[in-house]
């Protein structure tokens, strides 16, 4: 079955320094979203992509998507303590199946 | 917009004991998922409902495990006999009919088995 990977699973930073996190899929998606959980909390929508080689922006969060549409990245630039929790992506194939694929996410801790 | 409302958001019970988690989806919301989130497997798609139908169960771990979603605005998921080996958190989260629709979740179950 589809699969989703992500990378890395830990990042820790200083406040202020940049972020990435990576998604790869072992198959083509439809589209992939992106999600974020707080400790403690539950996983929150971020961000749909659709497009090959899409490019969104939120503040300073980047989001792209490959052109094949087999992977996907999230660069968040100046991190603040506020970004702390767990970044998912899920991705979708295409067809009848509306099942969405998480990946096991990256924890993001950010020191101050 | 109340969202996603699960009960209860802990459950604590010992080993060979029912479990019934429930969840009320947003009004209107066309679908409704369940997943289970642990530290080693991450979050894994149980079950998907689309108009009150189980469209995809093949993420049910076994058959100790079983869904129902009996009118638009209720789901339950029940586990029977319960093991140590279910302890985690339980998602519901549900979406619009619009196939790129995000996931809304509600706050989770955590069950503890014991």
């Known amino acids: 079955g589809q699969q989703v990977m992500q990378i890395p699973q830990y990042q820790h930073v200083q406040e202020g320094e940049d972020f990435t996190t990576y998604c790869n899929s072992s198959t083509t998606l439809s589209n992939i979203q992106w999600y974020k959980q707080r400790p403690g909390g539950h996983p929150v929508f971020l961000i749909q992509?659709?497009?090959?080689?899409e490019v969104k922006k939120q503040k300073r969060l980047t989001f792209q998507f490959g052109e094949a549409k087999k992977n996907s990245s999230l660069h968040i630039t100046a991190t603040q303590t506020t970004d702390v929790g767990t970044y998912f992506c899920?991705?979708?194939?295409?067809?009848?199946?509306?099942?969405?694929?998480f990946g096991k996410g990256t924890l993001l801790t950010v020191n101050p | 917009d109340a969202g996603v409302i699960q009960s209860p958001r802990h459950e604590v019970t010992e080993m060979g004991q029912e479990v019934t988690l429930r969840c009320k989806p947003i009004s209107g919301h066309d679908y409704l998922f369940w997943y289970r989130q642990t530290m080693m497997r991450g979050l894994e798609l149980l079950i998907y409902f689309n108009n009150n139908v189980p469209i995809d169960d093949s993420g049910m771990p076994e058959d100790r495990f079983s869904a129902k979603m009996p009118n638009a605005s209720f789901s339950t998921l029940k586990i029977q006999p319960s093991e140590p080996r279910d302890s985690a958190v339980y998602f519901c989260?549900?979406?619009?009919?619009?196939?790129?629709?995000?996931?809304?979740f509600g706050n989770g179950t955590r069950l503890t088995v014991t």
């Open positions: 992509l659709v497009k090959s080689g």
């Open positions: 989260a549900s979406s619009e009919q619009r196939r790129n629709s995000p996931l809304h």
């Open positions: 899920a991705g979708r194939n295409g067809g009848s199946n509306y099942k969405l694929t």
